[in-house]
Nanobody, 114 residues
C-alpha cells in the first residue's frame, strides 16, 4: 500500500505563507494524479487543489485560486502546496490523497490567527 505523510503545517499570521509537503512511500506515486483536501473544525471536508501525474495540469478551488500553488517532484515522491496570503478561513487540517481517494495522509494542521 502507498503511504502518504504530510508536513509543514503550523501557525501563521493573516497574510503569511506556508509550504506543505506530502511524501509518498512508493514509486507508484509517479503514476497518480494527486489532490489536496482540507477540513476545518465542524465543517465538511473540501477540495483544495489537484495536479496530474506529470505535474503539467493543475486545478484549484475558487476559494484558493491565485493564492495557493500545487506542484510535484516525482523523483522525490513529493507533492507540495504553497500557500500565500493566508486568511483565518484557511484554518484547517490539510490532507493529501490520490485522485481516486484510495490513499490518505495523516493530515497537517494549519492555523491562521493573530
Amino acid at each position: 500500500q502507498v503511504q502518504l505523510v504530510e508536513s509543514g503545517g503550523g501557525q501563521v499570521q493573516p497574510g503569511g505563507s506556508l509550504r506543505l509537503s506530502c511524501v509518498a512511500s512508493s514509486n507508484a506515486f509517479r503514476t497518480y494524479s494527486m489532490v489536496w483536501f482540507r477540513q476545518a473544525p465542524g465543517k465538511e471536508r473540501e477540495f483544495v487543489a489537484d495536479i496530474d501525474w506529470i505535474g503539467g495540469v493543475t486545478f484549484y478551488a475558487d476559494s484558493v485560486k491565485g493564492r495557493f500553488t500545487i506542484s510535484r517532484d516525482n523523483p522525490k515522491l513529493t507533492v507540495y502546496l504553497e500557500m500565500n496570503n493566508l486568511q483565518p478561513s484557511d484554518t484547517a487540517v490539510y490532507y493529501c490523497a490520490d485522485r481516486g481517494k484510495r490513499f490518505w495522509g495523516q493530515g497537517t494542521q494549519v492555523t491562521v490567527s493573530s
